[in-house]
């Protein structure tokens, strides 16, 4: 229930007594993925392979409670994690939220009325990238190869790319592998999951950790700074992502990323990454 306690504390109370006594009573707390909450709906639970209604429709009022909660009574304070349609709270869960947005000069300055919370509940499985380090290090050579991990939303690669972390930070001695130095930019508080400058989630005793940055401001800090012999960030796509990468692998530095994607064709189709793997400078593709 660890996981799903720090997500009830945001809820009224009436909500909260029902998430609570749903959970007491049925073996799915360990196993529920996220908790959706839509205006004038009922309650619904996203689980691995079915999703469970809960009858109590939630009121506009109650959204904004758990708004308020969500940013600490100070919404003007989260406006521009409002603006990217998301709240990173204390545990690296994610709460997806939308409504009416509000535009000037093309960019979205607010969003009001909000309709519908997706609370993504983040876990930590210690362990669950043995499979993928297989593939990705470089015995050899004792370090790794620059790799992306490409899967879907919701399948795990922000999961297996923190477990990975904290086992190449703390070192692998099955193989002889010395602890590496990781620098990782938790853009959005994901990864880490840092409360007040200490990560709430294990990624290892070598790891240092940027976060509520770009990539491509978190990369040069941390190459400059803290002289990583590994970076991590996660879902990267853009061509600043790319840039930024690029001047870490030629400075020295081994990469670790993940992306959105099902199979070879969405990495083709995003044409800065698929340069990357084009040119030899990213040499391992991993599907979950």
Known sequence: MKYIDEILRYFPNNIYEILSDYFQHNNVSDIVQEIRLRVNRPIMLRLKMQDIILQHNV?????LQILERLCDNSIYAYKNQICDGFITVKGGHRVGLIGTCVIENGKIINIKNVSSLN??????????????????????????????????????????????????????????????TCGVIDERGEIAAMYKGSPQ???GVRTDVIEN??????????????????????????????????????????GIFTMHGKNVDDVKNNKYIYELVEKGEIEKVVFL
């Open 59 to 63: 009121s506009q009022a109650e959204i």
């Open 119 to 180: 609370f993504r509940i983040a876990r930590e499985i210690f362990n669950c990238s043995t499979n993928v380090l297989k593939e990705i290090i470089d015995i050899e050579n004792k370090s790794i190869y620059n790799t992306i991990i490409v899967s879907p939303p919701g399948k795990g690669k922000t999961t297996v790319l923190r477990d990975a972390i904290r086992r190449l930070s703390n070192g692998i001695s099955e193989i002889n592998l010395k602890g590496k």
């Open 201 to 203: 989630n294990d990624v």
């Open 213 to 254: 940055v770009s990539k491509t401001v978190g990369i040069h800090i941390l190459i400059r700074t803290m002289s990583p012999e590994i970076i991590a960030c996660d879902e990267i796509g853009s061509i600043e992502d790319v840039e930024a990468i690029r001047y870490a692998l030629y400075s020295g530095v081994k």
